[in-house]
C-alpha cells in the first residue's frame, strides 16, 4: 500500500518489469536464509492512457511473494479434480491468454464447455468478469472456473488440503500472507495478485497514443482508426476498449446451446442474449471470436457486423440505426479497421516472463 | 551472517510469543461494562412449527414439504431507548440459521450493559462485506459452504437456502422438487435489513445474559406481501422448479421483511430451552 503511484507518461511497463525483475533477484538470496522474509509490495502503475482501475486493488495489494503464489497456482493442476487442468490451459499466454484455436474450451475429463475463454488481461480494470458477468471480484471470480464441472470440477476446501501437504506451498503462503496460513481465501487472493499485475499496455497503438518510441501507425492503420472511432467506439470505449456493458450484437442464437447470456445470473428477461462487451486488446490473437467462438477471423468477426446482425430480444439500439441492421462497413474499409486492430497486439505482454512460470 | 539472522529470528518469535501471553490476559473487558445476549431463532411456517418432513399448504395453492431452510443473519446492532446504538463489530457480525444442522442461536459477547428496545439485522451478505473477497470472512465463508450457503456459478452467498417438493392443486399431483435461492447478484443487491422492537426491554448485564426469542416464518418467501407461484418458475424441461434470479429475488427481499417477529425476551442470567 506504500506504492501507489497515480498515473503518469513517465512511467512504462518496462520499468515495472525491471522492478520486478530486481526484486526477484533479491528474493532468490532469501530463499538461501529460512528466517528472513522480505516480501515487497509490487509497483502498480495504472498505464497514462489507461482509465482507473475498476477494482479497489488496495484491499489486496500485489506484493511480490503474493505474486509468485498467484503465478504457481495459475499454472497448476492442482486447481482441478484430477490434477490436469490448471488455469493456465485454457488461458495461454502466447494467446493473451485465451484458449487458441477453442471454440468451446475443453476442460476436465475432456469435457466441453459453451463458451469461449475470455482473455486474461487488465483484469483490475474491470468491475465485472466471465460474459455474463458472474462475479464482480477480481479476488472472488477464480471460485468460478474451479467449481465448473466441465472446468476444473474442484472445491476450494480440497484445494487447501492438497495445498497443505506440499512444502514449498506452505512456505510460500507463510511468506506471502501476514497470516501465514494456507487456506482458500489467502489461495483466491494471491491469484488475485497475480492477475493484478496482467497488465497489457504496450501494443504499438499504446505507443502511438502515448507519443512513445516506435509508435507509428501507416495510413492504412490510421485509416482504420478513424473507422473504429466512428462506427465501433461506442461500445470499445476508451484504451480498455469496452464500455464494461451487456449488451445483444445480434448473434443468432445458436439452439443446440441456448446460452441466455446476461439473463442466466441476472434472472431479468431483458437481459436475455446480452453478453459482455470484450476488451479489443491483443485481438488479433485471440481468435476464434464471440462468447461462444463461433467466428474464426477478424474478418468473419465484420463481416458479421456488416451483414450477419439478427434481430433478436433486445437487440442493441445502435446496431439498429442503418437502414439494415448493423454496421455498413465495404471491404476496403474492413480491411482497415483489422489492419488497426492489430496494432493492439502487446509483444511485450505476451512474452513477458513475469508471467510464465519457470521452476 | 546467516547465523545472525537466525538469532534475530528467534529473538524476534520469542518477543512475539512473550508479548501473545500477556495480552491474552488483558483482553479481558473491564468489569461491570460488558455483557452477552443470546438470539433465538425458532423457525416456523404460518404460525405453526417448521419441521423438515412435514408439508405445509399455502395461499398460492401449493403444497410444499421442506428439505432444507437456512439462511444468514448479519451485521447486528442493538439499540436503546434513547435511540443509542451498539453495533456488534463487523467482523464478527455473520451467523447462519441451519434447521437441518440444529443451528438456531445467535449469540453476542462483549456488549455494553445497558437497556436495549430494539435490534436490528440484515438477512444476507451486505454488498460492502461481499466486496471485501474471501479472505476477509475466510471463517464465515468455510462455514456458509459447509451449510450449502454458497453460489459456484457465480461468486457470492445464497443469503436464503429453501428447498423441499411440491404439488400444485389443480395439476397433475405429481410432486417436484423445489429450491429457492435468495441471495445478490451482479445486477441486484438482495441484501436487506430489518429493525424489530423488542416486547420487553432486554437487560444486558454482566451477569446477566438477556435472551432474545425471534420467531422466523418460512411460508413468507414465497407467501408474503408478494405471491411467487412455484408452478410457474419451472425449469424449461419442467421436472422442478428453480427461482435463483431475476424480479423474484427482489420480490422475496421485500417479503422477508415480515419473516421475522420477536416472540419474548427472557432477560436474568444464564440460558434457557
Sequence with gaps: MLIWKTPGKTYTMKRIALFLILLSIFSCQDDDSNYTEINQPLDFIVPANFPDTAQDIGRNFPTQKGFELGRKLFYDGRLSRDGTVSCSFCHEQSSAFTHHGHDFSHGIDNLAGIRNAPAVQNMAFQSEYFYDGASNSLEMLSIVPIHNPVEMDETLENIVSKLKQNTAYVKLFAQAFENREVSSGNMLKALGQFMTMMISANSRYDKFVRNEPGGTLNSQELQGRDLFQSNCATCHKTDLFTDHSFRNNGLPPNPNLNDLGRETVTGFARDRYKFKVPSLRNVALTAPYMHDGRFGSLQSVLNFYSNGVQNTENLDPLLQQHPTLGIPLNQTEKEAIIAFLKTLTDEEFIQNPLFYFRT | ?273
Design chain 2, 1 to 273: 551472517m546467516k547465523s545472525y539472522l537466525k538469532n534475530i529470528a528467534v529473538c524476534i518469535a520469542f518477543t512475539l510469543f512473550i508479548t501473545s501471553c500477556s495480552n491474552d490476559d488483558d483482553s479481558k473487558p473491564v468489569e461491570g461494562t460488558f455483557g452477552d445476549v443470546e438470539l433465538f431463532f425458532d423457525n416456523g411456517v404460518s404460525g405453526d412449527a417448521l419441521t423438515l418432513g412435514n408439508s405445509y399448504t399455502n395461499s398460492n395453492g401449493e403444497t410444499l414439504k421442506l428439505q432444507r431452510f437456512n439462511y444468514i443473519v448479519s451485521n447486528f446492532v442493538l439499540i436503546k431507548e434513547d435511540g443509542s446504538q451498539f453495533t456488534y463489530p463487523k467482523d464478527d457480525s455473520y451467523f447462519i440459521i441451519s434447521e437441518e444442522a440444529g443451528t438456531f442461536t445467535v449469540h453476542l459477547e462483549n456488549v455494553p450493559v445497558g437497556d436495549y428496545k430494539k435490534i436490528k439485522f440484515g438477512i444476507g451478505v451486505d454488498q460492502q462485506r461481499y466486496l471485501q473477497g474471501e479472505t476477509a470472512q475466510q471463517s464465515f465463508w468455510d462455514l456458509a459452504a459447509a451449510n450449502n450457503m454458497t453460489w459456484t456459478w457465480s461468486t457470492g452467498y445464497r443469503f436464503i437456502n429453501f428447498e423441499g417438493t411440491f404439488t400444485a392443486a389443480g395439476g397433475d399431483g405429481v410432486s417436484r422438487n423445489f429450491m429457492v435461492h435468495q441471495g445478490s447478484n451482479t445486477a441486484t443487491d438482495n441484501y436487506i435489513e430489518v429493525t424489530l422492537n423488542l416486547p420487553t426491554t432486554a437487560r444486558v448485564r454482566t451477569e446477566e445474559m438477556p435472551n432474545i426469542h425471534l420467531k422466523s416464518d418460512a411460508n413468507v418467501i414465497l407467501d408474503g406481501d408478494n405471491k411467487i407461484a412455484l408452478r410457474l418458475n419451472m425449469n424449461p424441461a419442467g421436472t422442478a422448479a428453480s427461482i435463483m434470479g431475476g424480479e423474484n429475488l427482489i420480490s422475496i427481499a421485500e417479503n422477508t421483511k415480515k419473516m421475522f417477529t420477536v416472540d419474548h425476551v427472557h432477560n436474568g442470567a444464564g440460558t434457557h430451552h
